[in-house]
């Protein structure tokens, strides 16, 4: 399995712009998906983006238009370009591999981003 680690997160203003990366351990050009996924305080774990290694993507309807996926499977990275962030979208943000959770490869630290003025 793959370690991954997360960063890029931060507080931000709402209507603000973050970049999320994910590092990971090794190569990631076999990983068919990778995806994001954010845990708001009190709330489940939830998706937010998913990358295909052809690169498609889907993203759930509450990101849609704002955030970005993205991965660079040369440099063993995948990214999430967020913009115009809401209070909404503060949360702890994973990274992972796999399509359903039996694929999933252990949880990082994730990275904190909070939307607030």
């Known amino acids: 399995q793959v370690q991954l680690v997360e960063s890029g997160g931060g507080l931000v203003q709402p209507g603000g712009s973050l970049r999320l990366t994910c590092a990971a351990s090794?190569?990631?050009?076999?990983?068919?998906?990778m995806g994001w996924y954010r845990q708001a305080p009190e709330k489940q774990r939830e998706l937010v983006a998913r990358?295909?290694?052809?690169?498609?993507?889907i993203y759930a309807e509450f990101v849609k238009g704002r955030f970005t996926i993205s991965r660079d499977n040369a440099k063993n990275t995948v990214y999430l370009q967020m913009k115009s962030l809401k209070p909404e979208d503060t949360g702890v943000y994973y990274c992972?591999?796999?399509?359903?959770?039996?694929?999933?490869?252990?949880w990082g630290q994730g990275t904190q981003v909070t939307v607030s003025s």
């Open positions: 992972n591999e796999g399509l359903n959770p039996p694929d999933f490869g252990p």
């Open positions: 990358i295909t290694v052809s690169g498609s993507t």
């Open positions: 090794r190569s990631i050009s076999s990983i068919y998906y």
